[in-house]
């Protein structure tokens, strides 16, 4: 069964109005007195703060456990994470597909937009943004998806699984509108010189209503979107990425304080969902996975360390706190290698960092980011030839990722001045590219769902996949997630047939 430890935290925090509306063709997994065909009408500032909030809890919960293993992040060392280490992932994620995001952020969304039409159109244009995001989340991990007909209630009980290139790039003969288009509408919203009734404020916990904030989150969506494609079809990448960069610089995030981050809290129910999974303190299963050994050779070659590796993980764990603590023994695993490798002693096990959990839980989730930005671009220059130093891009992107860490600029610099080599893009295209992804990799620590999208089109870093591996994986790490069978058994007659197994690449990933 997938972890449902933390079904209480959204439960305690608040969100019965943000999670109790059930998923079109999916079950609820929350269980709550509310007829999901028929949800309360609520303002669209009571929807605002759980939609950000789930959001980050998906991106921070299981799916994030599941990627950062693929992603070799982390190690499987015990129970249900050992299992995904291996690729043994049927059967697994119907909490993340029905509760954390048809029944939670895609269908709380679509009511923050409905609530918000004809009189705050802030509102509207945040929620088509998250929707977005949420969307890209679910096509990016499963393939084809329930999008342009998901969440229509009693109009459509059983919706059509939309084919991720349309989900991308639109079709209106089946009334498909594009991600892209979704975002631009978001962004029309957000721009808007019409009056609002009700207009975001303390509701919104990542920006507090500051709308530049949020068109730059737009924007910054679109360079996801289009970078996600790039391999696909570089021509509309290179036109999105065209058109933001014609806005000019304030359209975009430029410095870290740009950042999309959900926070989270100190107090038992709101803490951050790595943290109540990993500690000692309060973690649900803090042996079950540590740092993994590819990861920790990574930060550690060249010489000196990266410095951003003892805020990413600790050297011991000591009393559970996550404390930062200087460069000492680091403990890695070897992904899947059970049998072969005894696992460490639980007091000797690098564990995650402040930078992912917070002192006591209170770290943010990290969304979208001022050093993604930084690598995006880089890479667009090298592979699509748009405007910019990808040089100049690369090594703005390490410093803005270090400065994020907690790194002072004292020490960021003598990092540069010792590893020219570890600063410099060199070599053919697609190994500067290699080492802008890699970099990027890196910088990801916490959101394996992003690190994973840019392992499966690019195929870097270069990952070696396990040895024992589930055969469903046919040995090569995993290309996406398999349908829930809840979704399966509610709607079946439009699964895809025949179901893509895990060895299948979704439909931008042609590496």
């Known amino acids: 069964m997938n972890f449902t430890a933390n079904k209480s935290w959204a439960m305690r925090l608040g969100l019965a109005t943000t999670l109790a509306v059930g998923s079109v063709g999916c079950k609820s997994y929350l269980d709550v007195n509310t007829d999901p065909n028929n949800p309360p009408a609520v303002t669209p500032s009571a929807l605002l703060s759980g939609v950000e909030v789930t959001t980050g809890f998906a991106v921070g919960n299981d799916l994030n456990r599941v990627s950062s293993l693929l992603i070799q992040h982390t190690a499987g060392v015990a129970n249900q994470v050992a299992t995904y280490d291996t690729y043994g992932l ?51 991990l499963w393939g ?23 989900i991308y790039q639109g079709n209106s003969a089946q009334n498909i509108q594009s991600l892209f288009d979704l975002v631009r509408s978001g962004l029309a919203d957000i721009n808007s010189t019409a009056p609002n009734v009700f207009t975001p404020g303390n509701d919104d916990v ?12 737009g924007n910054m969506m679109l360079l996801k979107l289009a970078t996600t494609i790039n391999r696909k079809n570089p021509q509309l990448a290179a036109q999105v990425v065209k058109e933001v960069l014609d806005k000019g610089a304030a359209a975009v995030m430029t410095t870290n304080a740009d950042d999309a981050e959900v926070p989270f809290g100190v107090t038992p129910g709101n803490q951050n969902p790595i943290y109540t999974f990993n500690t000692l303190v309060v973690g649900t299963r803090p042996n ?69 959990s917070g002192i006591s839980g209170e770290a943010p989730i990290r969304l979208l980011t001022n050093f993604q930005r930084c690598f995006i671009l880089a890479e667009s220059a090298l592979r699509l030839g748009t405007v910019g130093d990808a040089q100049a891009l690369f090594q703005e992107g390490i410093r803005a990722s270090m400065t994020k860490a907690g790194v002072s600029a004292t020490d960021i610099t003598t990092y540069f001045t010792a590893n020219p080599q570890a600063v410099t893009l060199r070599g053919t295209m697609e190994q500067r590219i290699n080492q802008i992804i890699t970099q990027k990799w890196i910088a990801w620590c916490g959101n394996g769902y992003e690190a994973y999208n840019d392992y499966r089109r690019t195929g870097y870093p270069r990952l070696q996949p396990v040895a024992n591996f589930d055969p469903e994986s046919k040995g090569n790490i995993p290309r996406r997630l398999f349908y829930p069978l809840s979704e399966i058994n509610a709607n079946g007659n439009n ?15 042609v590496r």
Do not use: C
């Not at 009980?157 to 939309?162: A, G, I, V």
């Not at 990542?206 to 068109?215: E, H």
């Not at 699964?495 to 060895?503: C, G, L, N, R």
């Open 90 to 140: 049927r059967g697994s994620f119907d909490n993340q597909w029905n509760g954390e995001l048809y029944s939670g952020s895609l269908i709380n969304s679509k009511l923050l937009i409905d609530q918000a039409q004809g009189g705050s159109p802030a509102y509207a244009g945040i929620g088509k943004l998250l929707r977005a995001y949420n969307f890209a989340l679910t096509t990016d």
């Open 144 to 166: 084809d998806i329930p999008y342009s007909q998901a969440n229509l209630g009693a109009d459509n009980l059983q919706p059509r699984f939309d084919k991720q290139q349309d």
């Open 206 to 217: 990542i920006y507090q209503g500051r709308l530049a904030q949020w068109n730059k989150f």
């Open 288 to 356: 079950d996975q540590l740092l993994s050994r590819r990861f920790l050779d990574s930060l550690r070659s060249p010489k000196p360390n990266d410095p951003r590796l003892p805020r990413f993980w600790t050297t011991s764990p000591a009393n559970g706190a996550a404390a930062v603590t200087p460069f000492g023994t680091f403990t890695g695993f070897d992904n899947a290698n059970l049998g072969t490798q005894a696992a460490p002693n639980a007091a000797n096990r690098s564990r995650v960092g402040v930078y992912q």
């Open 495 to 509: 699964v895809p047939t025949p179901q893509p197994d895990i060895a299948t690449a979704v439909w931008w990933d």
